[in-house]
């Protein structure tokens, strides 16, 4: 009888070190969905700078969610601009048109978890060495990855009311 759990999605090679860029930021992989029974990914930005905004997008397979350790985090999720600081927790479910940015003076660090698991692979598809200097993505190979993985990128995002 195989005890061995099933996974969906395929299995991401995290680099040897851990670390790695994805859209420039530094970039950690704690949980793949070898590790999580395909339950969910987590990803660590250690780093964030101030002005860092991810595009808005909708995620079709996952929920997205955000935990804030270090730094500001302004959040659109379905329209609403949200401040976020230390400690906050910020639910993005699958479907609904969100993204984020870092605000304040200071980088953010912050976590990103994803259930079920997958949205890591669409990470490591666009992962680049840590000595590759930050610079902004290329949106086309960006889009064609992110539609692979059940992601619409919709625009950059919208701007926060004064």
Known sequence: ?????SISAPSPVVPENGAFRFLGLSTLIHAAAQATNGAYGLVEHPSVPPGFASPYHVHHREDEAFYVIEGELAVILNGQWKHFGPGAYVFGPRGIPHGFKIVGESPARILILCAPAGFENFVLELAQPLDVPPAPPDMEKMIA??????????APLPEEPA
Do not use: E, F, V
Not at 145 to 154: C, K, M, S, V
């Open 145 to 154: 990855a992110a539609a692979r993985a059940g992601i619409d990128i919709l």
């Open 1 to 5: 009888m195989n005890t061995q759990p």
